[in-house]
């Protein structure tokens, strides 16, 4: 018996219809290659698996490793990891040299998930598509359009690198232990349109979290730093950073670092 650990954000989820409709999701087939974040006692694992030749797992919890090791399954790689120090880019590699789609998948823990979509965000370009269960309000940031009050650094930023929709909403009961908040899973697809370099990624970062530091000042306060060379209109200058487009801040992105 396993009992969830609170620091490894461990809610195992136990209802079927979620499980088949992630699994269903995910469209696992035998030549595609994916790796699960946190397979836990394999709630997603086996039903993945029996559809799939090869799958990968990136577990931290030493015991659920040991579990997954002496399961002895075909086909199944554990890795002993954290997911926010794991090489995603290099695994895709690796894979991209067979033939078949990459796709990262998982429950995450609701502990780390910002920082591990940022960590993941250097991987997009060898990933066609991560599928994951987030805390719900987490989803509800991600995919909110400009205008609305879930808009934020976390929109702008995923939204500049991915393709994103909310797909399902998942309550409490349909884990245990139980989480305290409402649960959602997201499917995020890499954007083709992705031109940015890494300097005007990085200045995309820059202007994002100057616009947002102070949410409620205008941009005529936050981006003060910047004015001389963005030019903001009169309308930009009065508006706040959630008024904004993420195609407009990536133009501001690329004129920072010309
Ligand atoms: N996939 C299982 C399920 O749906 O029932 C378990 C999901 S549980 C919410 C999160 C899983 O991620 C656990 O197995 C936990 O041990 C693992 N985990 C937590 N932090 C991790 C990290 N930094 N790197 C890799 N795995 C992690």
């Excluded at 090869?54 to 199944?76: H, K």
Aim: charged share 25%; hydrophobic share 45%.
């Amino acid at each position: 018996m396993h009992r969830a650990r609170k620091r490894f954000g461990q809610n195992f989820l136990q209802d079927q219809g979620i499980i088949y409709s992630i699994v269903s999701l995910i469209q696992p087939s035998a030549d595609m290659h994916v790796i699960e974040i946190g397979p836990g006692l394999g709630a997603l694992t086996r039903p993945l698996l029996s559809n799939l030749d090869q799958l990968d797992l990136l577990e931290i919890d030493r015991d659920l490793v040991t579990y997954w090791n002496e399961q002895n399954l075909s086909g199944l790689k554990v890795i002993e990891g954290d997911a926010l120090k794991f090489d995603f880019s290099e695994w895709a590699q690796d894979r991209k040299n067979r033939k078949g789609l990459c796709k990262v998948v998982g429950n995450l823990p609701y502990n780390i998930s910002s920082p591990l979509l940022f960590h993941l965000v250097s991987a997009a370009q060898m990933i066609d598509e991560q599928v994951f269960m987030l805390q719900a309000e987490v989803v509800e940031r991600m995919v909110a359009k400009a205008g609305s009050s879930d808009y934020s650094r976390l929109s702008v930023m995923l939204q500049a690198r991915y393709d994103m929709e909310q797909v399902l909403e998942v309550p409490p009961e349909a884990f245990d232990p139980q989480p305290k908040v409402n649960s959602a899973v997201v499917r995020m697809i890499p954007r083709d349109d992705f031109d940015l370099s890494n300097i005007q990624w990085s200045a995309l970062e820059q202007v994002v979290a100057a616009a947002f530091a102070q949410r409620r000042k205008m941009l005529r306060t936050n981006l003060q730093a910047f004015a001389d060379r963005l030019r903001l209109t009169e309308v930009e200058l009065k508006a706040r950073a959630q008024d904004i487009s993420v195609d407009r801040y990536i133009e501001w992105a690329k004129v920072i670092a010309a």
